[in-house]
């Protein structure tokens, strides 16, 4: 397979609900051939050199998305000097827009200045789109339309760059300023443990099969990261009007914010 990349910071493609979907990463977008089951094969460039891991592709359109390889560098050094591979969140997704999008959310031109000064070959900035409600985002006053500016007094544009600070950050406090409204935001926001919201175990029980509600379907459906999340409705659960996305919130009137909650009750 042969092809030009096109794009290298392109948004996290969706596969729609109710199956994993990444966010606040950057993808390579590329005019090449696909063919079904080569997605983690890696893609090389004319010098021999891996570039990123093939991810998804549209057949008939010819465009296929390749994930880059600077979080797979760094997992991997971290695994091969027996490290943890940490990975910090404030439970926001952010998405990459072009400069004229941000300007129509009200960027002015005082930031958008000072963002090309800091890198002129820059063309847009980090965007909030969605912030989980009860979240550490969420929690220090960020708000979807938000424009994030700095970190820690470091000028931030790219996913890279906001995953460095974070990763490096879990459990501490991190200084944002956002641009809302062309006005700047000053917000205190505590970085967690992206493992801690990650389900680790389930429960099967009388045919159906629970665990904690992941992160990346609360993100999808902007709820709290907790609750009960029924991965297969049968036998002791036999919902079977309640479609997909059923999630336990309480059992005899007692909260149940995860599966340990759950059993205990």
């Known amino acids: 397979m042969s092809g030009q990349v096109s794009r290298v910071d392109r948004n996290a493609p969706e596969y729609g609900p109710m199956t994993y979907n990444d966010f606040n990463t950057f993808y390579l977008q590329a005019a090449a051939g ?15 050199n891996a570039i990123g891991l093939q991810a998804a592709g549209r057949v008939r359109s010819g ?17 091969q000097e027996e490290k943890p591979v940490t990975r910090g969140d404030m439970q926001v997704q952010f998405l990459y827009k072009p400069f004229d999008h941000a300007r129509n959310i009200g960027l002015s031109q005082e930031t958008e200045a000072r963002f090309r ?3 002129s070959s820059e063309t847009g900035v980090l965007v909030a789109e969605t912030v989980l409600p009860e979240g550490p985002g969420d929690l220090a006053g960020m708000i979807a339309g938000d424009v994030l500016v700095t970190v820690n007094n470091r000028i931030v544009t790219d996913f890279v760059e906001l995953d ?6 879990i459990g501490q406090e991190v200084e944002l300023v956002v641009e809302r409204d062309g006005e700047d935001i000053e917000l205190v926001v505590c970085v967690e443990d992206i493992h801690a919201i990650t389900p680790h175990q389930y429960l099967e029980m009388g045919g159906a099969v629970l665990h904690d509600l992941s992160y990346q379907l609360a993100r999808y459906y902007c709820v709290p990261v907790q609750g009960v999340y029924v991965e297969r409705l049968w036998g002791m659960l036999p919902l079977d009007d309640a479609g997909e996305g059923v999630i336990i919130e309480s059992v005899d009137d007692k909260p149940t914010h995860s599966l ?4 205990e009750t």
């Open 34 to 48: 696909s063919s079904g089951g080569s997605s983690g094969s890696p893609v090389i460039d004319i010098h021999g």
């Open 63 to 79: 465009i296929v998305v390749f994930l880059p390889l600077d979080r797979v560098k760094r997992a991997l050094e971290l695994i």
């Open 117 to 119: 000064a800091h890198n």
């Open 164 to 169: 460095d600070v974070l990763d490096r950050s």
């Open 260 to 263: 340990a909650e759950f059993i």
